[in-house]
């Protein structure tokens, strides 16, 4: 009892202190919105004003058709370059997709030669390259179908298939990279501000001063995580009010409750990185680097770039130490397929554990690093 | 003023007022000093002192009034520049101007060539100095390590270097043990003797060394009380000594209590003493901190510590509270053993550390509150205790203000009012009054000598003033780790047939040391003694004998002008104190080049394993035969059937299918038919890219399924076709993620660590207050950016090279394109994210916010808009603008055009240029906000 006295007391303390700092208030207002904003409207599709080129050799009705047909928000306005033009283009990235369309092709296909059409992709933007690739076939396809026919109809086949999306049926790229700004925001913040506190403190000398009170370090420890965490959770509620459901619309399909429970035991665990953290570094500077160690696998990997079922063999029993990754699972079940907490339970579970772990480490290691740090 | 027009003088100062936020520190301050003589100012502390020695240097910006240093008007930055090689500058605090990881030899070398001198002449220059102060056999010692005294030695020649004209000395003895300070001021009085010219102006603490000084300016509170000689102001106040001259020149209000303090004996109740140390040991690696240490302390004794600095005191208070293991021996603390996680001990000792420890962004009331309920004081109690200690210790005005901006002397109080708070039986106080004003001092004293002669407690008190440990029942000395001997105050005086405790100290001090063979605290005089005899190489004699003789010092070094030496001299420093760091060194290169492991093969673009699952509801040959096709695709992995709607909802909301497909009932019989059957394919749409990727596989084995059912009727599906597409593509044909991923992440990573080290490495200048050396020499705001920033840019570089080493040979990505390209913009491209760093920096003031702010501004940009994963062209809205204004962008384009475009340097080009203006956009904007002053 007297211990979790002690942890409120101290944690009301850490409270005041960040809250009385004005550029740190500042920097947390700007990341949970004008960065949530900036960064989830950015990537709304991946397919996405992708600039088009078109050498057109035929100068048919067909051939105007095919590039009347490439068209924004996918496409830019196609471009028509010469034959020449081609390599010089691709190599300074002017295109992403070039579009050669031979001459006579209209009269080809009408007598049925099946001319062919190029496609010259710039893969080095993997995954632009793949879908810009299939929305340009599909297109060119149905152009020519279409000019064929001439009528609206789609060529019947024997079986037809029927593509929906579950939880975001218009695919609204913005939902996924709302969620995921808001997950790499309350992990950077997390830890900087946990780490911080105790370097700072270190620096100050005043964590000596509580080391002589009747304080145990797991009461010192825990202080910080607890006033930190709440500091970023009541950012991260307003900024999922405000910002990602009000003004982004982003709709959240199952429990808020549950999500921000989750949000809240993530950042245990997020916070108790930072204290670890902060244990390690002796200075300043190793703790900037030690950050940038942590915090960019947790911004790239943890399912938020790209899926983790995609991700190396190898690399998976890494990626699983990090908490942000179950997180992220979590987050996506609760927000787009409206999961509940039968469903969730292990990915929470799979959090706590883990943020226990790096909870127990920074104990272990904190009284050691007071007293090497001379 | 009572100067006579005639005397020449050092400084005018007419009406000089200086703020910081809502304090007054100076208030309408009109002063003459007269040249060549050593003035002092006294005062207590938070007088403006500092503040005014700050602007009389050059290194605060005038605020207010008329400054007149030199003859010349320090407003203008014209008269700086020209004055400003002629004034040596030492800020309060020991070694505060010194980098602690360079040795003696390189600080000094350092100074140097700020100004300018030749390697030669530095050589020269630095043999004396050092021989002269008795440094010369610590010449390769960092300068952290050296003891209090011996650090302002260091910090003192390194003001004497290049000659100065006025030297300006911030409380340079304070903390020091008196040894050292004698010895430091007969080489003060030394120089002096050899260049009568030179004006010394010193701030001190410390009244019987104001007795020995030319003229004294006596402060309080942003005002001068009054200015002259030392006899004439004991004549005006008519008294006999400076200490009570200067507060008999006090506002009445604020002489403190003038009655002499008398201290009861002590009266041992218990025979049980309250400390005990058995050759207590603490050793730092292959340093022994405190050697064998023993004493006893008794029950509500006041027992004083004395030492200089870096003698072990702080050590050895620091075992008895638990905060440092003890290395060997045993200590005891009201007879028990001590030990750290012994919460009931704690409970009955009050601790103040040396530094002010209590929250500074916190209220008097608020520290006090909090401790109270840290100590677990009931309600009333604390109440009661609050008042009472906020009564005793006269904190009520300030009740409310917060602790950053109280005077020292008041933060000591409060640190006491909060030691004492929850009534401890016992105090260990290290340095408690260092810096506090004499008369503040006296008040802090006579709470103490109530709480041990009233409350019994028992007091351990380390301390630099003499006359406060005269105050203690018992003392000890302590040096270099040792405790010399512990006894009354009266009896070490008698032991040594000394008139003083100083000078009792001062010989056990020269005892200690004469038997050892590290002449730590060497008695100067000698090596001074020696120089007049040799009056070329004499202390502070111009040094026209160096290189050809005709030189003089002062030509070489070039004012106003960008001077290459300077800079590189900064370089050179930077590189020194990077070195002596290894493991951040260690962390900058493992660390990128395992992050570059990770990102790069743990970002994986090709989706697969894809987990599916069939929802069959027509089981028969021909819906078997559908699924069968995604069975042998190699995109997705099968998951059992699903049974019902809801074990479909359910198990992707789990995630544990991405696809669900469902066959209609009927769909065999209505396909043999002949009529068109519909399957539905069930995608999880929560990430985006991923949903579309899906989408195309899907599409992809329909397709198989349907080729096939149309072979086995004997029709080919090409056939059916009207157009070949023929996609082809480009630079990546084999379409593997690391070709993209391998060029991009060394992007990534070459900007954010050199960006953060930068930037971490300026801000810890402004924190650690090293930085005061840019305001004091002659350097300019582009040496002293450029300089820090090329060793940083050298490290970038070595960083491109081990992981573009990396990329070809371990990640297989072959570089087809230009290499001096790549290298080019990749210079470039470092030079603009140390930029950014400097940038960053000079609008933090701290090393945290420095990190944080870092962090936050270059993370988002280079992982979401520079086209990791989604080039910049196709963002949109404001994530659009920051790509395109982040260099990031330019040369992860840059880079992936040189790995697997195969672009010659000439179609590198369009990059480069970009890159190459952010660099100096950043430096630029960063030396308009960075002031040649303080504020």
């Known amino acids: 009892m007297r211990a979790w006295i002690n942890i409120y007391w101290l944690g009301l303390k850490e409270l005041r202190s960040v809250l009385s700092d004005f550029v740190m208030l500042l920097l947390i207002i700007y990341s949970f919105s004008l960065a949530i904003y900036a960064q989830s409207t950015a990537t709304s599709e991946s397919v996405n004003n992708a600039s088009v080129a078109i050498v057109d050799e035929d100068h048919s009705a067909l051939s105007r058709t095919i590039a009347n047909a490439l068209y924004p928000p996918y496409f830019k306005v196609p471009i028509l370059i010469s034959p020449s033009e081609i390599d010089d283009a691709m190599d300074s990235d002017t295109y992403m997709f070039v579009v050669s369309i031979p001459p006579n092709f209209e009269r080809d296909v009408r007598k049925g030669e099946r001319p062919s059409v190029q496609i010259n992709i710039d893969a080095t933007a993997v995954t632009q390259a793949s879908l810009g690739n299939t929305y340009i076939q599909n297109i060119i396809t149905d152009e020519v179908n279409h000019y064929i026919t001439r009528s609206d109809e789609d060529t019947e086949y024997p079986v037809e298939l029927v593509q929906r999306r579950a939880f975001n049926p218009n695919g609204t790229g913005m939902w996924f990279g709302a969620i995921n700004a808001l997950l790499n925001q309350i992990s950077m913040l997390t830890i ?151 469903i969730v339970l292990p990915e929470m579970l799979k959090i706590l554990g883990l943020g226990s772990a790096f909870f127990i480490a920074s104990i272990l290691l904190f009284r050691r690093s007071i007293s090497v740090s001379k | 003023m009572a100067m006579s027009d005639s005397a020449p003088l050092l400084a005018s100062l007419q009406g000089i007022n200086h703020t910081y936020g809502d304090v007054q520190a100076l208030n309408d301050i009109t002063l003459d000093i007269p040249a060549g003589m050593m003035v002092g100012l006294l005062g207590p502390d938070g007088v403006g002192k500092s503040t005014l020695l700050g602007l009389i240097s050059g290194a605060r910006k005038l605020q207010d009034g008329q400054l007149q240093v030199l003859n010349g008007d320090m407003r203008s930055s014209a008269h700086r520049k020209k ?94 043990d008196p040894l050292s300070r004698r010895q430091f001021w007969q080489l003060i009085a030394q120089i002096r003797s050899q260049r009568h010219q030179m004006s010394v102006v010193v701030s001190t603490a410390y009244m019987d060394e104001a007795e020995g000084f030319d003229w004294l300016v006596a402060m309080d509170a942003g005002k001068v009380l009054a200015s002259g000689k030392p006899q004439e102001l004991k004549n005006t106040t008519g008294t006999d000594d400076l200490e009570s001259a200067f507060v008999a020149l006090l506002p009445l209000e604020k002489r403190g209590n003038t009655e002499k303090l008398v201290i009861p004996p002590l009266e041992v109740t218990t025979e049980k003493p309250a400390i005990i140390a058995r050759g207590i040991t603490r050793k730092f690696d292959d340093f022994v901190a405190v050697d064998d240490v023993s004493f006893e302390i008794k029950a509500g004794e006041i027992f004083g510590f004395l030492g200089s600095n870096g003698c072990g005191k702080t050590t050895t208070m620091k075992m008895l509270t638990g905060l440092l293991p003890i290395s060997s021996g045993e200590a005891f603390l009201f007879g028990k053993e001590v030990d750290a996680s012994d919460m009931k001990t704690r409970m009955r ?207 070489t070094t070039t004012d106003n002008v960008f001077s290459l030496k300077r800079m590189l001299a900064f370089s050179y420093r930077e590189i020194m104190e990077v070195m002596r760091d290894p493991v951040r060194l260690t962390f900058a290169f493992i660390g990128s080049a395992l992050l570059l492991l990770v990102v790069s093969y743990g970002i ?314 952010f660099g100096p956009v950043f430096v630029v904007v960063t030396a308009l906000f960075l002031k040649k002053q303080e504020a």
């Not at chain 2, 952290?144 to 003192?156: P, V």
């Not at chain 2, 260092?434 to 041990?452: I, K, M, T």
């Not at chain 2, 480009?730 to 992007?747: C, D, Q, V």
């Not at chain 2, 603008?881 to 080009?909: C, D, E, N, R």
Request: a negative charge; one cysteine or more; aromatic letters at 10%.
């Open chain 2, 83 to 176: 004055a400003g090689p002629k004034i040596a500058y030492l800020p309060q605090g020991l070694g505060k101007n010194l980098y602690a990881d360079l040795s003696v030899e390189e600080n000094l070398d350092f100074f140097a060539k700020l100004f300018g001198q030749k390697s030669q002449e530095r050589a020269l220059r630095i043999t004396q100095l050092t021989k002269a102060t008795g440094l010369e056999s610590f010449l390769h010692r960092p300068a952290g390590k050296l003891s209090g005294g011996m650090k302002q030695k260091l910090g003192l020649c390194c003001s004497l270097i290049h000659d100065p004209d006025l030297l300006i000395l911030d409380e340079p003895t304070t903390g020091v």
């Open chain 1, 192 to 342: 900087i501000l946990t780490g911080a506190a105790l370097l700072r403190e270190r620096e100050h000398g005043t964590i000596e001063h509580l080391l002589v009170m009747p304080l145990t370090s797991f009461q010192i420890v825990m202080s910080k995580v607890w006033a930190n965490g709440l500091i970023i959770l009541v950012s991260f509620m307003l900024s999922t009010f405000f910002v990602v459901e009000w003004i982004l619309d982003v709709p959240i399909a199952g429990s808020r409750l549950l999500l921000f429970g989750g949000t809240a035991l993530y950042l245990l665990a997020a916070a108790a990185i930072g204290i670890f953290l902060g244990t390690i570094a002796r200075t300043m500077a190793q703790f900037a680097l030690l950050l940038l160690m942590v915090i960019i696998p947790i911004m790239m990997l943890s399912g938020g770039l790209t899926p983790i079922e995609s991700q190396p063999e190898v690399i998976q029993p890494v990626t699983w130490l990090l908490p942000s990754r179950h997180y992220m699972a979590f987050a996506q079940a609760v927000v787009f397929r409206g999961a509940n907490i039968t």
């Open chain 2, 349 to 555: 000792v009050g601790f103040m550390s040396q530094a002010f420890s209590l929250y500074t962004e916190l209220t008097v009331h608020e520290n006090l509150l909090l401790h109270a309920r840290l100590f677990h004081l009931s309600t009333e109690k604390t109440a009661q205790r609050i008042r009472a200690l906020v009564k005793r210790f006269d904190l009520q005005s300030q009740l409310h203000t917060k602790a950053q901006s109280l005077p020292l002397g008041i933060r000591q109080r409060l640190s006491l009012a909060v030691a004492v708070i929850h009534e401890p039986e016992m105090l260990i106080l290290d340095e408690p009054t260092s810096g506090v004003d004499p008369v503040a001092r006296d008040v802090f004293w006579r709470l103490l000598v109530e709480l041990s002669r009233r409350d019994k407690v028992t007091i351990f008190i380390s301390t630099h003033f003499m006359n406060e440990a005269l105050r203690c029942d018992r003392i000890s000395l302590m040096h270099a780790g040792k405790v010399l001997v512990y006894d009354e105050p009266k009896h070490l005086v008698a032991a040594k047939q000394a008139s003083t405790l100083e000078e009792a100290f001062i010989g056990y001090l020269e005892e200690a040391i004469g038997g050892k063979e590290a002449p730590e605290n060497e008695e100067p005089s000698a090596a001074l003694a020696s120089i007049p005899s040799e009056p070329s190489t004499s202390l502070m004699e111009p040094l026209e004998v160096a290189s050809n003789g005709s030189v003089s010092t002062k030509s």
């Open chain 2, 604 to 917: 994986s673009l090709d989706v697969e394993d894809l987990t599916y699952a069939a929802y069959d509801n027509d089981r028969t040959p021909q819906s078997r035969e559908y699924l069968s096709h995604f069975e042998g695709s190699r995109y997705f992995i099968k998951k059992p059937s699903i049974q019902s709607e809801d074990d479909l909802e359910r198990r992707m909301q789990s995630n544990e299918i991405t696809l669900a497909l469902e066959i209609p009932a009927g769909f065999g019989r209505t396909l043999i038919r002949g009529e068109t059957p519909s399957v539905s394919a069930w995608i999880d749409g929560a990430n985006t890219t991923r949903a579309g990727t899906i989408e195309g596989y899907v599409s992809g084995v329909h397709v198989a399924y349907l080729t096939q059912l149309f072979a086995e009727q004997g029709y080919d599906i090409d056939d059916y076709a009207n157009v070949d597409l023929q996609p082809r593509y480009r630079y990546n044909p084999t379409f593997e993620t690391i070709f993209s991923m391998g060029p991009k992440t060394p992007a990534m990573l070459l900007l954010l660590f050199p960006a953060i080290l930068m930037a971490v490495s300026m801000a810890r200048e402004k924190e650690i207050g090293t930085i005061t050396n840019f305001f004091v020499t002659p350097t300019t705001r582009f040496e002293f950016l450029l300089g820090k920033q090329l060793p940083y840019i050298a490290i970038g570089m070595i960083n491109f090279v081990t992981l573009t080493l990396l990329v070809v040979y371990l990640l297989k990505v072959p570089l087809t394109g230009s290499v001096t390209g790549l290298m080019l913009g990749a210079f470039f491209y470092v030079f603009a994210a140390t930029g950014f760093g400097l940038l960053v920096s000079s609008i933090t003031n701290t090393q945290v916010a420095a990190v944080f702010a870092t962090a936050i501004l270059t993370l988002m940009p280079t992982v979401m808009f520079s086209g990791m994963i989604q080039p910049t062209s196709t963002l949109e809205g404001g994530g659009y603008i920051i790509g395109t204004l982040w260099p990031a962008t330019y040369y992860m384009h840059l880079s992936v055009a040189a790995f697997t475009k195969g672009l010659s340097v000439w179609q590198l080009m369009n990059d480069i240029y970009v890159l190459a203006i």
